[in-house]
């Protein structure tokens, strides 16, 4: 397979670009490459709009997916000598909405609507529990505490990233799918083969059916769900340090458009310690 990393790097060296110019660049190449092997000569614009539009999908950045677009474009000017398959700049931003929600019945009706019990555990986690859909196709079995209804989130590569709830109905329907099952693969949602784990197209290509089955038409990406978890968390009234925690944003400010998508939000909902002894007579 042709090295199309390795042709980047030394066309970046000499174009003169900055080392983390160049780092960036080579890890969307290889993010490409690894994606599409040889082929990455013979993509198309939907091919890309629908790779860029998985980033969007697995919550990556907004600054993200354009460095990722113009990775592509470098590669395909300064690399393969051709004309770029993306139009212009500013593609996914235009195009797909960054932030929305579905209602509380839209989603029941998207999971109803997903009739494979592995696919509808993964959309419910992500939703549930506010994991990016790379956290849950990696998600391990061990990971999950049904005891005290935690789910410790990990990387791609098994390391902890953080703590966020498990629901006690997701639970429940999660605990007989462990039971039913007869492989011994470490993953919660297994691909093909033991080392396997599924890959985000395949819950994309169930969540896009169950959409059509539903007859919502709204442009969304399966990151509205875990956007939706937000949401509908701080209308409910929870802390939106709280929600900010279990979403694993580091930044304060990322959690602003959830605040603005929730304009019916409860008030602040906290119980006092007194209200686990203390009785009214």
């Known amino acids: 397979m042709t090295d199309y990393v390795e042709q980047t790097r030394k066309v ?40 860029l539009e998985d980033l969007v999908d697995e919550g990556k950045s907004l600054s993200y997916i354009n460095q990722a677009q113009s990775a592509i474009r470098f590669m395909y000017k300064h ?48 939703y549930s529990s506010g994991l990016r859909v790379g956290e849950a196709t990696h998600l391990l079995r061990e990971s999950v505490d049904f005891d005290d209804l935690i789910i410790h989130v990990n990387d791609e590569k098994g390391t902890y990233i953080r703590d966020t709830i498990l629901a006690e109905s997701v639970a429940d329907i999660l605990k007989y799918y462990i039971e039913t099952r007869t492989d011994d693969s470490p993953w919660m949602f297994p691909g093909r083969g033991k080392t ?59 959690i602003s458009p959830y605040m603005k998508l929730a304009e019916k939000r409860s008030a602040l909902r906290v119980a006092s310690p007194a209200d686990k002894f203390m009785k009214k007579e």
């Open 12 to 51: 970046l060296r000499t174009a003169g670009r900055s080392p983390k110019t160049a780092n960036s660049y080579l890890s969307h190449i290889r993010r490409l490459q690894n994606a599409f092997g040889d082929k990455v000569t013979e993509l198309d614009e939907d091919t890309l709009r629908k790779y």
């Open 79 to 126: 690399v393969l000598k051709t004309e770029s398959p993306l139009p212009g700049p500013g593609l996914i931003s235009k195009k797909v909405p960054l932030h929305g929600i579905f209602s509380r019945d839209e989603i029941r009706k998207i999971f109803e609507n997903v009739h494979e019990l592995k696919y509808r555990l993964a959309l419910m986690l992500i």
């Open 196 to 254: 396997n784990c599924i890959s985000p197209r395949t819950i994309q290509r169930s969540f896009a059916e169950a959409m059509l089955a539903v007859g919502i038409e709204k442009r969304a990406t399966l990151g509205w769900l875990r956007h939706s978890f937000a949401v509908h968390m701080l209308e409910d009234g929870i802390d939106r340090k709280l929600v900010r925690k279990l979403l694993g944003i580091t930044t304060p400010s990322m």
